[in-house]
């Protein structure tokens, strides 16, 4: 097998990894340079496909303050969002936004050049910056992508994942067995700082505005090696997505910005209904407004709602979100004219790899950052545009953290660590899974009983139909090819989901049980280990 090393190894290249090590190469000296693997083309991520914005609590913004961003992240995440991490990432957005702009990412303007702000829901004023007017996570992450390109201290892998975390005798992570999908050859990269920035985990439900690559390979990767993970159960379902079929699986996304310039949402009588579920009707928190729209659409026997935007100033409407009104025009609809038929879809995890905002996690010589890091600032229920704020801010904050640290290789290898190579030397015997078969079961499980609406019959059923998955799976470790080990990642994913919504016995954020619609007076964090 081949072998390198590296000083930095960052696996994931949304805005997370991709930031990570432009500041990383920037600030430190690597004798052994930087390398970046991502399981596609460089860029692709989640955070490509965001839409309406990064919160911004900057001094172009002088009517803003952090207090009252932390008060609406807090409201938002029903009592589960660490006070002080969201102070920090709230106080640290102005340094590291004016930042991201100096790196050349390109926020909108207006005439006179002044950066323009927008609302969202849950949010007390106009703080979220955008960019191309809807496509604000591809402005992010082209700029960075090409930055990245041009830095010639990191090294880019494409089209190849990390399959297994290498961890020492003295419980130290020492680099991953990655695997090429073009050559489909394993290899083994040795660092001292590895850094997991693979985003999230939507791929498991069988509707979801997440890219093919949104496995939660990084949070299945940590939990085997013995990280704590934190949260899982709290996946955030994102009210509005493109319905135009029951059979549109990856369902393209209708930004929350589109709510927060006016549009309503509609039944199929085309009358308003939000207001029947929360005072702030279409400005609710996300879980609010999924819910509300689930259970109109069970009220009215439909698979969709509308969200009618046409009552937006057209001029308006069609310049600040270019992207949603052509794809909408792809598939017969104009936003001008005619409402859009939404859904709910699985769209971000709350959970994920409990680490601090510098990105430590339980393991030394391992980091997580971006949505596969589980900091505290979330909660229950991500308030919107957030995402991208905590993904930069926590590359930022780990670039510092790891600028103060030894990042020499030690030449020895562990013993334990060549036996675990030594698994990846041999070939398997055997044939191919139907991978995406085995994803479809599972998607269609995670949906129907550990979705939206969650009981303990369900979530009980999901668990066994998980297990016999598990048991007839029986790649434990090498597989033969991608997606086999995206499916081995998202039975490990689908099964701490199911754990986690199983022991939470209220309802909180977007954890809903309806046969435990309370929630506690105490606010607790769940957390879930690998033993052995």
């Known amino acids: 097998m081949k072998y390198s090393e590296y000083s930095v190894v960052v696996i994931g290249s949304g805005a997370a990894g991709l930031y990570a090590a432009l500041k990383i190469s920037q600030q430190i000296k690597l004798?052994?340079?930087?390398?970046?693997?991502?399981?596609?083309?460089?860029?692709?991520?989640?955070?490509?496909?965001?839409?309406?914005?990064?919160?911004?609590?900057?001094?172009?913004?002088?009517?803003?303050?952090?207090?009252?961003?932390?008060?609406?992240?807090?409201?938002?995440?029903?009592?589960?969002?660490?006070?002080?991490?969201?102070?920090?990432?709230?106080?640290?957005?102005?340094?590291?936004?004016?930042?991201?702009?100096?790196?050349?990412?390109?926020?909108?303007?207006?005439t006179q050049g002044n950066l323009t702000f927008t609302l969202e829901a849950a949010h007390?004023?106009?703080?979220?910056?955008?960019?191309?007017?809807?496509?604000?996570?591809?402005?992010?992450?082209?700029?960075?992508?090409a930055a990245v390109r041009k830095d010639e201290n990191i090294h880019v892998?494409?089209?190849?994942?990390?399959?297994?975390?290498?961890?020492?005798?003295?419980?130290v992570c020492k680099g991953a067995i990655v695997y090429n999908e073009l050559t489909n050859e394993h290899e083994v990269v040795y660092t001292s700082a590895l850094i997991l920035a693979t985003g999230g985990v939507g791929q498991v439900y069988k509707y979801t505005t997440n890219p093919d690559g949104a496995t939660g390979d990084g949070i299945a990767l940590a939990y085997e090696a013995g990280a704590t993970i934190q949260d899982m159960e709290f996946i955030q379902f994102h009210p509005t997505a493109l319905a135009i079929s029951p059979d549109s699986k990856n369902?393209?996304?209708?930004?929350?910005?589109?709510?927060?310039?006016?549009?309503?949402?509609?039944?199929?009588?085309?009358?308003?209904?939000?207001?029947?579920?929360?005072?702030k009707r279409e400005l609710a928190p996300r879980d609010v407004v999924t819910r509300a729209i689930y259970s109109q659409m069970n009220i009215d026997h439909t698979p969709n709602v509308f969200l009618n935007a046409s009552i937006i100033d057209q001029t308006k409407l069609l310049k600040r979100f270019p992207t949603i009104s052509g794809r909408c025009k792809?598939?017969?609809?104009?936003?001008?004219?005619?409402?859009?038929?939404?859904?709910?879809?699985?769209?971000?995890?709350?959970?994920?790899?409990?680490?601090?905002?510098?990105?430590?996690?339980?393991?030394?010589?391992?980091?997580?950052?971006?949505?596969?890091?589980?900091t505290g600032l979330h909660g229950a229920n991500r308030l919107a545009s957030n995402s991208l704020l905590e993904c930069v801010v926590c590359a930022y904050e780990l670039a510092d953290y790891l600028s103060f640290s030894n990042l020499e290789i030690p030449k020895k290898i562990d013993?334990?660590?060549?036996?675990?190579?030594?698994?990846?030397?041999?070939?398997?015997?055997?044939?191919?899974?139907d991978y995406n078969e085995l994803k479809s079961r599972l998607k269609d499980i995670m949906w129907n009983n550990v979705g939206i609406i969650r009981?303990?019959?369900?979530?009980?059923?999901?668990?066994?139909?998980?297990?016999?998955?598990?048991?007839?799976?029986?790649?434990?470790r090498k597989c033969l090819n991608q997606g086999e080990y995206e499916y081995r990642n998202m039975l490990t994913v689908a099964s701490l989901i199911i754990k986690g919504a199983l022991e939470r016995k209220e309802s909180r954020g977007a954890h809903c049980r309806s046969d435990y619609k309370q929630t506690d007076s105490l606010a607790r964090h769940s957390e879930l280990c690998r033993v052995g």
């Open 455 to 476: 009981t303990e019959e369900g979530l009980k059923t999901a668990q066994k139909e998980v297990e016999k998955l598990q048991k007839d799976f029986k790649r434990r």
């Open 157 to 171: 892998m494409e089209n190849s994942m990390a399959v297994e975390l290498l961890i020492n005798s003295e419980k």
């Open 124 to 145: 007390s004023m106009k703080r979220i910056l955008h960019s191309g007017g809807d496509a604000t996570g591809k402005g992010i992450t082209d700029a960075l992508s």
């Open 251 to 279: 369902r393209f996304l209708i930004s929350e910005a589109v709510r927060g310039e006016g549009a309503k949402l509609i039944n199929k009588n085309g009358e308003e209904f939000m207001s029947r579920y929360s005072d």
């Open 415 to 433: 013993e334990g660590i060549k036996k675990m190579i030594d698994v990846y030397s041999h070939s398997l015997s055997g044939k191919e899974y």
């Open 31 to 110: 004798p052994e340079g930087l390398l970046l693997i991502t399981k596609a083309e460089l860029g692709e991520s989640n955070s490509r496909y965001a839409q309406g914005g990064i919160v911004g609590v900057i001094h172009q913004n002088p009517d803003d303050k952090v207090s009252l961003h932390v008060e609406d992240t807090l409201k938002a995440g029903a009592g589960l969002s660490e006070e002080k991490t969201t102070e920090y990432i709230s106080a640290a957005s102005d340094e590291v936004l004016n930042d991201l702009i100096n790196n050349g990412v390109p926020f909108d303007r207006d």
């Open 330 to 374: 792809e598939n017969g609809i104009d936003i001008t004219q005619k409402p859009i038929p939404v859904a709910p879809a699985a769209h971000y995890t709350m959970g994920g790899i409990k680490a601090g905002v510098d990105g430590k996690t339980s393991i030394k010589g391992l980091y997580a950052i971006g949505e596969t890091a589980s």
